[in-house]
């Protein structure tokens, strides 16, 4: 009598493109094409210090700092977010961190291991990309998974807006990391495209059917007994990490959902 899908991003648009029927020949949610549209996650930088004097223990979390200056307006383009400190990183992803040129086997690879492992400091900032209609989940007509449903598939490329937020964040960790006595500052380029954490915008709310795929509740335009409560609902990506806005909007869905089931919506009993 009620679904409620909370399936992630990209999952959850997967199920609603793969309900397909007489009655929903695009799939549920789909009729104006809005399902999977708009896929976002954090365009931010990476950038990683090294430095002569022991700066973590390896142990727990790690120290946290968050940097809020530049959550709001930047010169020169749309959007913001917090620097912040890394949580600490296992060996092995650390093993991925090397200057340029260095070598990523051997015996100075596992010297800069030692070296530098707890005498590093990783910065990283989860930047507001713009929502772009192109990037989405959709289905892919050929592979399957052990069930024989087709599987995610993922199209995505950065917004001009993208590259100029990531450039700005990076220099202005490379700086922060050199004033506190970095004796090398490993950075790259933003790249081309993909999606990484953070996925949300795939099912975007709003008034209008013919440009969202739920209404302000998460409930599906056209079907209304389903409904969404996952990071699909996002219209941007925010500046920091989504998951309290998600259950934001979770508690938000679920006091309307009962409230509804209460009244008798879908069968539930009158109170």
């Not at 910065?123 to 209609?133: D, H, I, K, M, T």
């Not at 609902?233 to 979770?250: D, E, K, M, S, Y």
Request: aromatic share 10%.
């Amino acid at each position: 009598r009620l679904v409620i899908l909370a399936a992630s991003a990209t999952e959850t648009p997967r199920l609603l493109l793969n309900s397909r029927s007489r009655w929903f020949p695009k799939g549920m949610g789909n009729q104006h094409d809005w399902v999977g549209r708009n896929l976002m996650d954090h365009i931010g930088p990476s950038v990683v210090g090294l430095f002569n004097e022991k700066t973590s223990d390896g142990i727990g979390p790690g120290p946290g700092i968050a940097i809020n200056d530049f959550y709001g307006k930047n010169p020169g383009f749309a959007g913001g977010g917090v620097i912040y400190s890394r949580t600490e990183a296992l060996p092995i992803a650390f093993a991925n961190v090397r200057p340029p040129g260095a070598p990523m086997w051997g015996k100075a690879h596992k010297k800069f291991q030692r070296d530098y492992f707890r005498r590093q400091v990783r910065l990283w900032v989860p930047g507001e990309a713009r929502p772009r209609f192109e990037n989405r989940v959709d289905v892919s007509p050929t592979v399957r998974d052990a069930w024989g449903i087709p599987v995610s598939r993922i199209t995505h490329s950065l917004h001009p807006n993208d590259y100029q937020l990531y450039e700005f964040f990076r220099t202005k960790m490379v700086d922060l990391l050199k004033e506190a006595g970095a004796t090398e500052v490993i950075s790259r380029p933003a790249g081309k495209g993909g999606v990484d954490a953070h996925q949300c915008g795939t099912c975007r709310l709003g008034n209008d059917p013919k440009t969202s795929v739920v209404n302000r509740y998460g409930q599906v335009h056209d079907v209304d007994n389903l409904f969404v409560v996952d990071g699909s609902l996002l219209v941007t990506a925010g500046g920091r990490n989504p998951a309290l806005t998600i259950q934001a909007l979770a508690f938000w869905s679920s006091d309307y959902i009962v409230r509804q089931w209460k009244a008798g919506s879908w069968g539930g009993r009158k109170v």
